[in-house]
């Protein structure tokens, strides 16, 4: 069993940054495609961001592209999500999600495990 945890999420005004960090225990990190969605007020779970289990390919949302980045760290242990430029708009509840997996799958149903959430506010 995989348990993940969000962390990082917070209140920042329109065009500050926020780096949001989603760590795993009970398994290697590395064995996972990991990716991050977000669901706002009202709204359906949306798709932000994947990192495959090797790094080397990423995916973003188009609305996120240029603005946010997805890495994994070093010793493969957390998933990190950059946020710069924020917007109003990016104010969600934002989830980490684990897919055994090389490469990410293309819907949210299909990872395995999901973390609690952590909540992002961004005020204009």
């Known amino acids: 069993q995989v348990q993940l945890v969000e962390s990082g999420g917070g209140l920042v005004q329109a065009g500050g940054s926020l780096r949001l960090s989603c760590a795993a225990s009970g398994r290697t990190f590395s064995d996972y495609a990991v990716g991050w969605f977000r669901q706002a007020p009202g709204k359906e779970r949306e798709f932000v961001a994947a990192i495959s289990r090797t790094a080397i390919s990423t995916y973003y949302t188009g609305s996120v592209k240029g603005r946010f980045t997805i890495s994994r760290n070093g010793a493969k242990t957390s998933v990190n999500l950059q946020m710069n430029s924020l917007k109003p708009e990016d104010t969600a509840v934002y989830y980490c999600?684990?897919?055994?997996?090389?490469?990410?799958?293309?819907?949210?149903?299909?990872?395995?495990?999901w973390g609690q959430g952590t909540q992002v506010t961004v005020s204009s």
């Open positions: 999600a684990a897919a055994r997996s090389r490469q990410p799958p293309p819907s949210a149903g299909e990872y395995d495990y």
